[in-house]
């Protein structure tokens, strides 16, 4: 499975439409997770498997490897972090992640076990990182 690009076709669509591609990269297994786990700082691929869940270390490298090449993640001195493009990306991922936590529950009655707190933890943080740009 060859990394999706824009301009090329993708899994689920054929016209190259950007958006497209962006939802094929982050629809692989584990793209979502390691996106939002590299949110809680820079990590050793050690540490992000074990924050992922125990992922197999072939699948790790692949998405890694995917998600370098798309500029959203590189590899630093303290391990693997995001790029300024992926933390942009992650701060309209984690609002989504609260619309469907709200949906999940209004529709479905399903809440997932700490969500509601690691989504308020993601809020707070948001608010003091503003305060201290606004300072």
Same mark, same amino acid.
């Given at each position: 499975?060859? %990394?999706?690009? /824009? #301009?090329?076709?993708?899994?689920?669509?054929?016209?190259?439409?950007?958006? %497209?591609?962006?939802?094929?990269?982050?629809?692989?297994?584990?793209?979502?997770?390691?996106?939002?786990?590299? #949110? @809680?700082? /820079?990590?050793?691929?050690?540490?992000?498997?074990?924050?992922? #869940?125990? *992922?197999?270390? $072939?699948?790790? &490298?692949?998405?890694?490897?995917?998600?370098?090449?798309?500029?959203?993640?590189?590899?630093?001195?303290? #391990?693997?972090?995001?790029?300024?493009?992926?933390?942009?990306?992650?701060?309209?991922? *984690? /609002?989504?992640? %609260?619309?469907?936590? @709200?949906? $999940?529950? @209004?529709?479905?009655?399903?809440?997932? /076990?700490?969500? &509601?707190?690691?989504?308020? %933890?993601?809020?707070?943080?948001?608010?003091?990182?503003?305060?201290? *740009?606004?300072?």
């Amino acid at each position: 499975m060859s %990394n999706p690009k /824009p #301009g090329v076709e993708v899994r689920g669509s054929v016209s190259g439409a950007p958006i %497209n591609a962006l939802f094929d990269l982050l629809g692989r297994r584990w793209a979502l997770g390691i996106l939002w786990y590299l #949110g @809680d700082g /820079p990590s050793v691929f050690r540490q992000l498997q074990e924050r992922c #869940g125990g *992922v197999s270390p $072939s699948i790790l &490298n692949t998405r890694l490897k995917e998600l370098r090449d798309a500029d959203i993640v590189a590899r630093t001195i303290d #391990g693997y972090a995001l790029t300024e493009r992926g933390a942009e990306l992650r701060s309209f991922i *984690v /609002p989504l992640a %609260n619309w469907s936590a @709200d949906w $999940s529950k @209004d529709v479905y009655g399903y809440e997932r /076990p700490g969500m &509601n707190e690691r989504l308020a %933890n993601e809020h707070s943080a948001k608010r003091k990182l503003t305060a201290k *740009v606004i300072a």
